[in-house]
Nanobody, 115 residues
Framework: QVQLVESGGGLVQAGGSLRLSCVAS????????MGWYRQAPGKQRETVSV???????NYADSVKGRFTISRDNAKNTVYLQMNRLKPEDTAVYYC?????????WGQGTQVTVSS
């Protein structure tokens, strides 16, 4: 069964940092693009960042310069380093392929940023 497990979320003050991890139950080395997504209460899920291969990255304008996506194929893990967090970053964060595929969504990890 395909599974993605996100972790690393929590409660942090504005300006703080968190590092999210997403571990896949299968080898991600054959997956060209992986992404991080988030859904805030009452809002639609949005794309936060995508990594294509090992070095091509894309970010939503709202997180550009603050977040960094990376991957470690040997560990089947995708990371999201989040710095200078803002209250508007509060959401449940998910990883998935890029573009995302139904059936690959995990439980997500809650990130709450207090002002």
């Amino acid at each position: 069964q395909v599974q993605l497990v996100e972790s690393g979320g929590g409660l942090v003050q504005a300006g703080g940092s968190l590092r999210l991890s997403c571990v896949a139950s299968w080898s991600i080395s054959s997956i060209n693009a992986m992404g991080w997504y988030r859904q805030a209460p009452g809002k639609q899920r949005e794309t936060v960042s995508v990594i294509v291969g090992h070095s091509t990255t894309n970010y939503a304008d709202s997180v550009k310069g603050r977040f960094t996506i990376s991957r470690d194929n040997a560990k089947n893990t995708v990371y999201l380093q989040m710095n200078r967090l803002k209250p508007e970053d509060t959401a449940v964060y998910y990883c998935n392929k890029a573009p995302p595929q139904r059936g690959y969504w995990g439980q997500g990890t809650q990130v709450t940023v207090s002002s």
